[in-house]
């Protein structure tokens, strides 16, 4: 089974976007996420801001009534949920219309909700001061999902350094998790401490990245730790969509940061057995390059959930 664990682009990537990835996209997906069209979300529901301990954060919550769960995205390192919007677009117009469909077909499936949001210091959610590891990134989500009334059950959807956050949270909260799709993710023990960072890495880090971003980079090792410290439930179901590009062209750069050691690729590969892995001759960022495949993955698992 195949598991990529450094990034990959195309060549047909931007000069600008490729020289940013070689700085710090290995330290977690991408310096430039984010910027895809936001159309399809934007023709059904805007964002809007929320506070949590005493930060706006960027959110949108679309709640159908008697929904059977909510769809959660989380965005991958300095990426917002715009990035999402193509995926997004085919789930908001059914749970905005789950009332109409109920009353036209009283037998048929219910509708689930949604929530994405941007992290602080992302899109227009303000910076903060509080932790920016996983531990705490989870507890925040977790508050906010509650804030806005979306109960569980959930199916996590996380890209790169969001899915390691997914992780973290279907296993602190299994009994709330119905599903798990890792789009890209990062695993536990891929990347290094930042203090095993190279100096040349470390430099980057600073140079192009927020604080609040270089801050959860210093935490994904720690992050990682927390994650295979707590038990896995094998009764979660988790697809693992994979970026295996085909391209003669296709660049891999680690810069220092990644385990790629056997022992280390072993380790990830063995972690959620029974999982599905779904390979693609894609880039890193699947949900815009073939949001087609993320929406599938996502509408098997809202069947399984059943």
């Known amino acids: 089974m195949p598991i990529n664990i450094v990034s990959s682009y195309r060549p047909s990537a931007s000069p600008f976007m490729r020289t940013c990835a070689l700085a710090v996209l290995t330290l977690l997906a991408t310096v430039l996420a984010g910027l895809g069209s936001a159309h399809a979300s934007e ?36 990426a917002d949920m715009e990035g999402w919007s193509a995926v997004i677009g085919a789930f908001v117009a059914p ?61 996590l959807v996380g890209h790169s350094l969001g899915g390691l956050y997914m992780q973290l949270f279907a296993r602190q909260y ?11 993710s990062l695993y536990p023990g891929i990347i290094k401490k930042p203090e095993d960072f190279p100096l040349y890495t470390r430099w980057a880090k600073a140079v192009f990245m ?16 927390a994650v295979l410290a707590l038990p896995w439930s094998a009764q ?29 690729i072993a380790r990830v590969r063995a972690l959620y057995p029974g999982a599905k892995t779904v390979v693609l001759d ?25």
């Open 282 to 306: 894609s880039d890193h960022q699947i949900q815009k390059a073939n949001p087609e495949a993320v929406v599938q993955a996502i509408q098997e698992m809202m069947i399984s959930a059943r």
């Open 210 to 225: 927020s604080r609040m971003a270089a801050r959860e980079i210093d935490a994904i090792h720690a992050t990682g730790e």
């Open 43 to 78: 023709a059904a529901a805007m964002p809007a801001l929320a506070r949590l301990h005493g930060q706006e954060i960027e959110q949108l919550s679309i709640k159908a009534p008697d929904a059977q769960g909510t769809l959660v995205f989380e965005n991958g390192s300095r």
């Open 174 to 184: 299994p009994s709330e998790v119905k599903g798990l799709v890792l789009v890209d």
């Open 236 to 264: 979660i179901p988790v697809t693992r969509l994979v970026n295996v590009p085909k391209g003669a062209g296709a660049i891999a750069v680690d810069f220092g940061v990644v385990n790629a050691d056997e022992a280390t």
């Open 95 to 155: 749970a905005q219309q789950y009332q109409l469909t109920q009353q036209s077909a009283p037998g048929s499936a219910k509708a689930w909700s949604l929530f994405a949001y941007d992290r602080p210091g992302i899109g227009r959610s303000e910076a903060t001061e509080r932790p920016r590891d996983g531990r705490q990134i989870v507890a925040d989500l977790r508050e906010l999902l509650q804030q806005q009334g979306h109960k569980p059950p959930y199916v």
